[in-house]
């Protein structure tokens, strides 16, 4: 089974500054991608970011990068330029990809990390 | 277009009275996820969904979880007998056939259990 951990609950940052989010998970797997996903006080979970395991170029997403480092099994979420509408909950998320057939593609989330832009 | 719609939007209800809880996927979505988020925490998988029929339902807490999906939309997930312990939101999450590593998430079902 997989595991993901998000060990910082809370971080602030002031606006226009970078901050990261960091993500460890726990995986014996070889094929999967790794998900940030933003939730905003509606509920409404957003894609931040996506990165294929078998990419070596970390994924980037205008003000939004990640380094992902595999053999370390990291993934932290770089944000640059905070801005206030940034404030959020954000999650980390694993998804296994099967080798042949099935087309489960269940998310294994963190617990979160929630972030507050101040102005 | 438009998004993937649950309904309600908040639900309260007393311990042991039963609960419907509704997902509307984008149209065309083959798959379907159910997640349940209880205060704090990151999302747990619940079932999934390959057009009507769920192949994992691994994540269905307890034999009080049910879920259904007809004509390869509308998906209810139903509770039981609820318990103060099953007040969390509720999401689910349509996936389309050509994009499989992208799911799209309604708004959620807060329910509480009194």
């Known amino acids: 089974a997989q595991t993901v951990t998000q060990s910082q609950p809370e971080m602030s940052v002031q606006e226009a500054e970078t901050v990261t989010l960091s993500c460890t998970y726990d995986?014996?797997?070889?094929?999967?991608?790794l998900f940030w996903y933003k939730q905003p006080p509606s509920r409404q979970m957003i894609l931040v970011i996506r990165q294929e395991a078998y990419k070596q170029q970390n994924a980037t997403e205008n003000r939004f990068s990640v380094n992902f480092q595999k053999a370390a099994k990291s993934f932290s979420l770089k944000i640059s330029d905070s801005q206030l509408g940034d404030t959020a909950m954000y999650f980390c998320a694993f998804m296994k990809l099967r080798e042949s057939g099935g087309s489960n593609y269940k998310l294994t989330f963190g617990k979160g990390t929630l972030l507050t832009v101040n102005p | 277009g438009a998004g993937v719609s649950q309904s309600p939007s908040n639900k309260v209800t007393e311990k042991g009275k039963d609960v419907e809880l509704r997902c509307d996927p984008i149209?065309?979505?083959?798959?379907l996820y159910w997640y349940r988020q209880r205060l704090g925490q990151g999302l747990e998988f619940l079932i999934y969904f390959q057009g009507n029929s769920a192949p994992d339902k691994s994540g269905l807490p307890s034999d009080r979880f049910s879920a259904e999906r007809t004509g390869e939309s509308v998906s209810t997930l139903t509770i039981q007998r609820t318990q103060q312990e099953d007040s969390a939101v509720y999401l689910c999450a349509s996936v389309s056939a050509y994009s499989y590593n992208e799911q799209f998430f309604g708004p959620g079902t807060r329910l509480t259990v009194l």
């Open positions: 995986t014996s797997e070889s094929n999967y991608y």
């Open positions: 149209s065309g979505h083959t798959a």
